[in-house]
């Protein structure tokens, strides 16, 4: 049974890290100090090195949870889309990915944008890089039931470009552990590279230049990555 002490601490650590978040969207990510959160929380920024090593394991820890949130939303899509409908599955997790990072701009930036500051050279695998990879398992996931239940066309591993093919096998072996083809992790990234940059480049301003609703670029792109994997489109409801 979780002590009393281990649920004030871990309470403790909730407020510090949802601090850092309000921090985060009102000010922007180089706001997000331990002085500032110590202010905000009628603490000392040495009090806090009570709960987190540094600025950077605070940060990571931020970064967690974010991921966290992230793969309840879209898990939490999914749960309106019938088992069988891959299609939909599909699309209902790309569209929230989207309405995700578009409602949270600054958290998105966190995750997407450059790397946490001093969180280099770590020897073990740390909280939020766990719970990258349980977000990142999430489109994963769904395209190896798509492949075991609807195959799409792939590329015969021996057109695959020579340098790029022992990149999709090292990915394969050394990160998935996966017995795939390689045509179809090159699938995946292609995807993945896509979905993410085009999210990306929208968050971001970057296609503000041309675009002033870049909602129909993206259903046009998720038609084609569609039609790329023998699903079926199906514009938005409403």
Same mark, same amino acid.
């Given at each position: 049974?979780?002590?009393?002490?281990?649920?004030?601490?871990?309470?403790?650590?909730?407020e510090?890290?949802?601090?850092?978040?309000?921090?985060?969207?009102?000010?922007?990510?180089?706001?997000?100090?331990?002085?500032a959160?110590?202010?905000?929380?009628?603490?000392?920024?040495?009090?806090?090195?009570?709960?987190?090593?540094?600025?950077?394991?605070?940060?990571?820890?931020?970064?967690?949870?974010?991921?966290?949130?992230?793969?309840?939303d879209?898990?939490?899509?999914?749960?309106?889309?019938?088992?069988?409908?891959?299609?939909?599955?599909?699309?209902?997790?790309?569209?929230?990915?989207?309405?995700?990072?578009?409602?949270?701009?600054? *958290?998105?930036? @966190?995750?997407?944008? +450059? !790397?946490?500051?001093?969180?280099?050279? %770590? $020897?073990?695998? #740390?909280?939020?890089?766990?719970?990258?990879?349980?977000?990142?398992?999430?489109?994963?996931?769904?395209?190896?039931?798509l492949?075991?239940?609807?195959?799409?066309?792939?590329?015969?591993?021996?057109?695959?470009?020579?340098?790029?093919?022992?990149?999709?096998?090292?990915?394969?072996?050394?990160?998935?552990?996966?017995?795939?083809?390689?045509?179809?992790?090159?699938?995946?990234?292609?995807?993945?590279?896509?979905?993410?940059?085009?999210?990306s480049?929208?968050?971001?301003?970057?296609? *503000?230049?041309? @675009?002033?609703?870049? +909602? !129909?670029?993206?259903?046009?792109?998720? %038609? $084609?990555?569609? #039609?790329?994997?023998?699903?079926?489109?199906?514009?938005?409801?409403?």
């Amino acid at each position: 049974m979780e002590s009393r002490r281990d649920r004030l601490r871990a309470a403790t650590v909730r407020e510090i890290t949802d601090t850092a978040r309000r921090i985060l969207v009102e000010e922007g990510p180089d706001a997000v100090t331990l002085r500032a959160i110590a202010r905000e929380m009628g603490m000392t920024a040495p009090a806090l090195y009570r709960y987190f090593g540094s600025h950077g394991e605070l940060l990571r820890h931020l970064v967690g949870d974010l991921f966290t949130e992230l793969t309840g939303d879209l898990h939490a899509a999914m749960e309106d889309v019938p088992k069988g409908d891959m299609s939909g599955k599909f699309m209902t997790v790309a569209r929230q990915f989207r309405l995700w990072a578009l409602g949270h701009p600054r *958290e998105y930036s @966190l995750l997407f944008g +450059a !790397p946490v500051r001093g969180a280099a050279h %770590r $020897e073990e695998v #740390d909280f939020a890089e766990e719970c990258a990879r349980q977000f990142g398992w999430t489109f994963m996931a769904l395209f190896l039931e798509l492949w075991r239940k609807q195959p799409f066309p792939v590329m015969p591993e021996e057109e695959i470009d020579p340098g790029l093919r022992e990149e999709l096998r090292r990915y394969r072996d050394d990160v998935l552990g996966i017995a795939l083809p390689l045509g179809v992790i090159q699938q995946f990234l292609k995807c993945w590279i896509r979905l993410q940059g085009g999210v990306s480049l929208e968050v971001f301003g970057h296609l *503000e230049f041309a @675009l002033s609703d870049a +909602a !129909p670029m993206f259903e046009l792109m998720l %038609r $084609e990555v569609t #039609d790329e994997l023998g699903l079926t489109y199906a514009p938005p409801r409403g």
